[in-house]
């Protein structure tokens, strides 16, 4: 990772990190325990890279951080949401996330549960500030609303977990993998780009580019995440590697191993860099260096 990129995500975490704690302490009249489980998985670490994605799409078109910032930290917390019911015992029954115990052992299943609800619902209404800082009109943000909701829906991220779930224990073919995860982890990551274009108000043919752009940093970004969950230091990952072989989960390194998924990532990586680089009025650098941060991450 070059020193420039090191820099900006540094200071995009930062930027995510404040609104984010901002929000959750704006909270009035909220269960102790509940506003205590919020914070502990929102503000217990994490790449931010759904919230600096829509962030830097935004700055590729123009815009300021803040335009972007309320939209980028709701999605943050639609991701917490999810990793926290993730990590339940009826779904993926995990103990550990980002170094730390996962949030029903800390605070039982039910305030966990309650606490993914609170962030989910907390969300949607973060996105309507939006329309006190972007370029779009109230028309244009409540588009964007609704497509966040089927993002975060049963048609994208939900069904995409429900699928991954049904397919345990199977033998999947590569078109089915790809199909679950375009949905449960690509759906968000291909939202943070879509909103960063759309609330810097994105031309049809800039939208279209940084779509493409999106569909494609997201597979890898899932691809990296099933290898990462093979050949990944637990230390820095900050939760036990081995898992998905454990559950008999389908990956992409158990249908195709380990050096043609690589070879994959590489390709859908390059893929996503040229389809930006010289459309007008995108500055593409940026976002072709965290097309590249997939790549080399190692959490």
């Known amino acids: 990772m070059n020193n420039d990129l090191r820099l900006f995500l540094q200071e995009q975490r930062t930027l995510v990190e404040r609104a984010l704690q901002q929000e959750i302490a704006s909270q009035r009249d909220v269960p102790t325990i509940l506003q205590e489980a919020m914070t502990y998985s929102l503000l217990g670490g994490g790449k931010r890279l759904r919230a600096i994605l829509t962030i830097a799409t935004a700055e590729a078109l123009g815009a300021a951080p803040t335009d972007v910032l309320p939209f980028a930290c709701a999605i943050e917390m639609i991701h917490t949401y999810s990793l926290i019911h993730d990590d339940l015992p009826a779904m993926d029954d995990d103990d550990m996330r980002r170094g730390k115990p996962t949030n029903h052992r800390v605070y039982g299943e039910a305030t966990a549960i309650l606490a993914g609800d609170a962030l989910l619902t907390k969300a949607f209404g973060l996105m309507s500030k939006s329309v006190h800082t972007s370029k779009v ?50 759906a968000l990551l291909k939202l943070s780009v879509r909103a960063g274009a759309i609330l810097a108000a994105a031309s049809e043919v800039q939208l279209a580019a940084l779509s493409r752009y999106a569909e494609n940093v997201g597979l890898a970004f899932q691809i990296q995440d099933d290898i990462l969950d093979v050949v990944g230091d637990q230390q820095v990952i900050g939760k036990p590697v081995g898992s998905d072989a454990a559950r008999e989960k389908a990956t992409f390194p158990a249908l195709l191993g380990l050096e043609q998924s690589r070879q994959k990532v590489l390709a859908l990586v390059s893929e996503a860099k040229e389809g930006i680089r010289n459309v007008s009025g995108i500055a593409a650098d940026r976002l072709c260096d965290l097309a590249d941060y997939v790549i080399t991450r190692n959490y």
Do not use: F, N, S
């Open 137 to 186: 009109t109230a028309e244009d943000l409540l588009y964007l609303i609704d497509e966040a909701a089927r993002a975060a829906g049963a048609e994208g991220m939900v069904g995409g977990q429900v699928d991954d779930l049904l397919g345990e224990k199977r033998q999947l073919v590569l078109d089915e993998l790809v199909h679950i995860h375009r949905r449960k982890t690509g």
